[in-house]
């Protein structure tokens, strides 16, 4: 007698790691290798920070845009925050032209996070940017899946305007991969300061794992990537070394 035919024979079935929306490669090395291949698209991202960065989330801010900047061009880029003192100038210096984006000013964080959620099932933009102080997980898990309805990307950028507010926040469990971005020292050049240079920490990456890097943005989008690689600060855990041998 013939053995029963598996029924699920044929199917597919996502696992965490899985990209169905693709991914920015960020520098073609050591950091797409920890985030198993890139950063996800059309899912949520969360960058924090610590001491004054937490204020005026600088640092944060050249960290995100090259990556603004490799997104398509189809649709605008929308950024809500309580203080809108984004520098055109200064979005053009890190290759974001500052005729694709949308600034919205948000009374409050429950109206930034509201008002993300809206425009992300909304399918109106390529990606939606959300400075926030606090987040509880239901908001979270709200904006994962809102992400998710259209392939839309979202990140929270924490921040804490003035001081306002306590620094502590509890990090949000449904995004895919969380970072704490801070400044770090450039190399001189006839001596001058050099290049932007930052601390990358990746804290979590669904599907990846932790590391920690001094990056420079690369000014321009038609660089190879949004980064280039100047260290690693840690050796990477045995398995990602295992990952980058092969």
Not at 45 to 50: G, I, L
Not at 81 to 94: F, N, S, T
Not at 168 to 189: D, E, M, V
Request: hydrophobic fraction near 45%; include cysteine.
């Amino acid at each position: 007698m013939a053995s029963a035919t598996n029924p699920l024979a044929g199917l597919h079935f996502a696992t965490p790691s899985a990209k169905p929306y693709g991914v920015i490669a960020m520098d073609g090395g050591q950091i797409d290798a920890a985030l198993g291949g890139g950063l996800a698209l059309g899912v949520l991202h969360e960058f924090t920070a610590t001491g004054i960065e937490a204020e005026h989330a600088t640092a944060s801010t050249a960290f995100l845009l090259p990556l603004l900047a490799r997104l398509p061009d189809t649709k605008p880029i929308f950024w809500l925050a309580r203080v809108c003192d984004l520098y055109p100038p200064g979005l053009m210096c890190l290759g974001l032209d500052p005729a694709r984006l949308i600034q919205l000013h948000a009374v409050s964080d429950n109206e930034a996070l509201a008002c993300a959620e809206t425009l992300l099932r909304a399918g109106i933009a390529n990606a939606v940017v959300a400075e926030v102080g606090h987040a509880g997980k239901l908001a979270g898990r709200r904006l994962q899946l809102a992400c998710l309805e259209h392939g839309t990307s979202g990140f929270v950028l924490r921040r804490f305007p003035y001081g306002v507010g306590t620094r502590t926040s509890q990090p949000l469990i449904s995004a895919i991969t969380r970072w704490r971005i801070a400044p770090a020292a450039s190399a001189p050049y006839l001596g001058e300061p050099g290049e932007t240079r930052l601390q990358a920490e990746l804290l979590h990456a669904r599907g990846g794992v932790a590391g920690s890097w001094i990056v420079e943005p690369q000014e321009t989008g038609n660089a190879a990537h949004p980064f280039r690689l100047v260290a690693a600060l840690a050796n990477p855990p045995q398995n990602l070394q295992r990952r980058l041998a092969s």
